[in-house]
């Protein structure tokens, strides 16, 4: 890959291959990405398209049994008292999250539960969080006596390995 001058106006800084701004306005323009994108969630086109969105994946991609329990009144005041519990802090990283940012989430799957609405086996997670402990369950379910080992994974177990740099999900089956 060549060179080139920096995308910021009236910078001749040379880029690294690869990228389109200087080490300088790199930052500023994601910073300035991520501006234009939470404007963009707060207007009604968006709200409206993400509403739209979810109903079609409730109907057409959820399992209906979890699209059930997740809708259900009884999930609704467990959720909600977790959240109240854990003062929207995550529990793997202890960060506090936002309002749109958080999953409240079962700690032994709820496949795989004996309650699955017992509060001391539910957590916060942000979203993205979430993805990675869900992206190592199906790495870990995939093995031989997946579902046991699933089934017995501590909170703290899960709260090293979603902190790991860099997570490989085939070493922690």
Known sequence: MRTHECWHQSCHRLCEPGHDYCSIHEVQHKQEQLERLHEYHQTDQYKQYHKQWQREYNHN????????????????????????????????????????????DHIVPRRYCHDPYDADNLWLLSRRQHNRKTLIEQAIEAKP??????????????????NEKKPKAEKHC
């Open 145 to 162: 006596n997946g579902v046991n080992k699933l089934k017995h994974i501590s909170r703290g177990t899960w709260k090293h390995w979603l």
């Open 61 to 104: 991609e959820r399992d209906p049994i979890a699209n059930k329990f997740y809708h259900s009144a009884q999930w609704t005041k467990v959720r909600d008292y977790v959240k109240r519990r854990d003062l929207m802090i995550d529990g793997s990283t202890g960060r506090t999250l936002n309002d749109h940012d958080y999953i409240v």
